[in-house]
């Protein structure tokens, strides 16, 4: 220890013990006033020199869009010129909810991140927007078309499965935050590929209209579930609009019910032979988790020439996807879904076979 030298240079007649003991070393420093404790050899002060500077204290990094210092007085105003919602392709905003399954007043940007009231499905811009501006700055961003030889040199090196710069688009569809995470990859890359999987595939001009219209970049290659996004030729990291980020997924409200008792057209005896027949039949197709769906719309609606009924084999997807897919079909066939049962969707083509042939003898006399 470093007492020890300092013990062996007092005379041994003042201490009571032997100057090597423990005894001694305690004896010692309660002896010894607290004034002398500079001239303690393990507690001196340091030697004279320049004073060392204070340590800087590192700025937490606030996420784009955020309030400085998360001041609820200070909301961060983006301008970006459409509603904010957690999913653009999947939600339609003409249906209403009856309910909602987390009080809408918790918004899912975080207390006074931006300047947008929460609805509990989206959060409305407070001004009107403006098309014909947005248009012109799109414009303005792309610049010229591309030619044909620069489209292919961008789809040679953004189209392969190794490209680093993908995002993966699942059943959420165009969500808000992978808004961000384009701008992110457009930073240092012309084009950014996404992969999309899942539910959306069903109608995959609804994604890319979403992805152009939000982003504000241009598709340039689509083949089945594979998408290239170009940002443009004029675009600027530093200008890149302000995207405030969620912080959670809400959750998503309550709607009315898809499926009917009744079937609307059919009795209640037609609407239960309809379903029987339908869970006897073989299945059109077998849809997996996380699959690509692209060619099942055109596949329902061949059917529908000469089936009335048809099933739909959904037992590896899921409880809330096989759903999901159901209200899809229905809206893009489009047809009637009348039962989901043992993860088996089974459409009824509806009336229009009847109403078409009763319209063209109506014509004809």
């Given at each position: 220890?470093?007492i020890?030298p300092?013990l062996h240079?007092?005379a041994?007649?003042?201490l009571?013990?032997?100057?090597g003991?423990?005894?001694?070393l305690?004896?010692?420093?309660l002896?010894?006033?607290?004034?002398?404790?500079?001239?303690?050899?393990?507690?001196?002060p340091?030697?004279?020199?320049?004073?060392?500077?204070?340590?800087?204290?590192?700025?937490?990094?606030?996420?784009?869009?955020?309030?400085?210092?998360?001041d609820?007085e200070r909301?961060?105003g983006?301008?970006?010129p459409?509603?904010?919602?957690?999913?653009?392709?999947?939600?339609?905003?003409?249906?209403e909810?009856?309910g909602?399954?987390?009080?809408?007043?918790?918004?899912?940007?975080g207390?006074?991140?931006i300047?947008?009231?929460?609805?509990g499905?989206?959060?409305?811009?407070?001004?009107?927007p403006?098309p014909?501006k947005?248009?012109?700055?799109?414009?303005?961003?792309?610049?010229?078309?591309?030619?044909?030889?620069?489209?292919?040199?961008?789809?040679?090196r953004?189209?392969?499965?190794d490209?680093?710069?993908?995002i993966?688009?699942g059943?959420g569809?165009?969500?808000?935050?992978?808004?961000?995470?384009?701008?992110?990859?457009?930073k240092?890359?012309?084009?950014?590929?996404?992969k999309?999987?899942g539910?959306?595939?069903?109608?995959?001009?609804?994604?890319?209209?979403?992805?152009?219209?939000?982003?504000?970049?241009?598709?340039?290659?689509?083949?089945?579930?594979?998408?290239?996004?170009?940002?443009?030729?004029h675009?600027?990291?530093?200008q890149?609009?302000?995207?405030p980020?969620?912080?959670?997924?809400?959750?998503?409200?309550?709607?009315?019910?898809?499926?009917?008792?009744?079937?609307?057209?059919?009795?209640?005896?037609?609407?239960?032979?309809?379903?029987?027949?339908?869970?006897?039949?073989?299945?059109?197709?077998?849809?997996?988790?996380n699959?690509v769906?692209?060619?099942?719309?055109?596949k329902?609606?061949?059917?529908?020439?000469?089936?009335?009924?048809?099933?739909?084999?959904?037992?590896?997807?899921g409880?809330?996807?096989?759903?999901?897919?159901?209200?899809?079909?229905?809206?893009?066939?489009?047809?009637?879904?009348?039962?989901?049962?043992d993860?088996?969707?089974?459409l009824?083509?509806?009336?229009?076979?009847?109403?078409s042939?009763s319209?063209?003898?109506r014509?004809?006399?």
């Open positions: 220890m470093a020890l300092f240079r007092v041994p007649k003042t009571p013990f032997r100057p003991s423990s005894l001694a305690l004896f010692l420093l002896r010894r006033p607290l004034s002398d404790a500079a001239d303690d050899p393990p507690f001196s340091k030697p004279p020199g320049r004073a060392p500077r204070p340590r800087r204290s590192k700025a937490r990094k606030e996420p784009p869009g955020s309030s400085r210092g998360g609820p909301p961060a983006p301008d970006l459409f509603d904010f919602r957690y999913s653009y392709s999947e939600t339609r905003a003409a249906v909810p009856i909602f399954r987390e009080p809408p007043r918790f918004s899912p940007f207390p006074g991140r300047d947008r009231t929460w609805t499905t989206s959060a409305p811009a407070r001004e009107a403006d014909e947005a248009a012109g700055e799109r414009e303005r961003v792309l610049g010229a078309p591309l030619s044909e030889e620069e489209v292919a040199e961008l789809v040679e953004y189209r392969h499965s490209c680093n710069r993908q993966n688009l059943k569809g165009v969500t808000h935050n992978m808004l961000d995470d384009i701008h992110n990859h457009w240092k890359a012309e084009a950014v590929r996404i999309c999987l539910v959306p595939t069903l109608d995959m001009d609804n994604v890319c209209f979403h992805l152009e219209d939000k982003s504000g970049g241009k598709i340039i290659y689509r083949n089945i579930n594979i998408l290239l996004l170009y940002r443009g030729r675009y600027d990291p530093k890149r609009p302000v995207i980020l969620m912080l959670w997924k809400p959750y998503p409200p309550i709607y009315l019910k898809l499926v009917k008792n009744v079937a609307e057209g059919l009795t209640f005896e037609e609407t239960k032979e309809m379903r029987n027949r339908g869970l006897n039949s073989p299945p059109l197709t077998k849809l997996t988790r699959g769906y692209v060619n099942v719309v055109e329902v609606r061949e059917a529908f020439k000469t089936e009335e009924v048809v099933r739909l084999d959904c037992k590896h997807v409880t809330s996807d096989y759903k999901l897919i159901g209200v899809k079909l229905r809206d893009l066939v489009p047809c009637v879904p009348i039962l989901f049962k993860e088996q969707i089974i009824w083509r509806g009336k229009r076979d009847t109403e042939t319209t063209s003898h014509t004809l006399n």
